[in-house]
């Protein structure tokens, strides 16, 4: 019954994203491949989680989006996402998922070994903490363009216009925050919901989840605001922060100033490495705090 659901969400989502022009058709195809390994998952958090993302996500993304159009002229491409933004921004958790089933499919809590029942532990809250860093990033993105104040570079902090990779301001960071703790929300309602008898007896870890998406959330946000001031670089077009742009249309340009950063990663790459970074932080911080044993749960 889990794959028919799984097919059923998958088609529901990639149609509903490709009639609002949320998706490419490559995109859908790989959000396709994210949906089937996700919802076929039988830790509905793997699932609760994705749609918390995907949800809020897009209606941030779509938010008032004439004024966003305004303030950057990418803005009409760049929210209809292809396979390499879907991809960077589920296909790691995907692969959680996937390794996830690989161990425990239909297997309870109670007849898992202390050191399976860690590993259980690990790869959710990597999962939680990878999905917490890439709405953080996509809310701060499409809210923090709203701000009336001009963003501040994080590694300067001096205004820059808005649209700059590695352009910070307080709406954003309170967006992340906000995002973060909306994906761990997600998962905190439906691991409790499916394992409350297992948390009752001790045998899985108390995890607060809408704190590790908090935490996680904004420390990604951060990261991929870093690396967007360092490794990517910002050029000002006329009165408009751009990115991306090839070298080619560079020179076609008569007035281009280099904002900040160098050209070494694209935006997708920034986004890929700042969530990758963001799960191997939490789940080291996991591991040398401990926080993993399942007799945590029992202190």
Known sequence: ?????????????????????S???SGAAAAAFVGLATASNDNVLFTAVLLSFFLTSTFW???QGRVKAKIDPEFVAASRRDWKQVLCNGGLGALISLIYQWHFDGRRPEDMSTAERR???????????????????????EIGSLSSNWPVLITTLRPVPPGTNGGVSKL??????????????????????????AFRAGVLPRV???????????LGSALDSLLGATVQASYLVGKCAVSDLPAAKRR????VKVICGRDLLSNNMVNAVASTCTVAI????????GAASPESGRR
């Open 61 to 63: 993304t779509k938010y």
């Open 208 to 218: 607060p989840y809408i704190m590790v998406g908090s935490v996680f959330g904004v």
């Open 252 to 255: 076609q340009l008569a007035e």
């Open 282 to 289: 939490a789940v080291g911080l996991l591991s040398l705090a």
């Open 119 to 141: 590993l259980m532990t690990v790869l959710v809250w990597g999962y939680v903490a990878f999905y917490a860093c890439c709405a953080a990033d996509t809310w701060a993105s």
């Open 1 to 21: 019954m889990r794959i028919y659901f799984a097919l059923l969400l998958t088609c529901v989502l990639c149609g509903g994203s490709l009639k609002r022009r």
């Open 172 to 197: 954003g960071m309170m967006s992340s925050f906000a995002g973060g703790a909306a994906v761990g929300l997600a998962a905190d309602v439906a691991q409790w919901a499916q394992y409350l008898p």
């Open 23 to 25: 998706l490419s058709g």
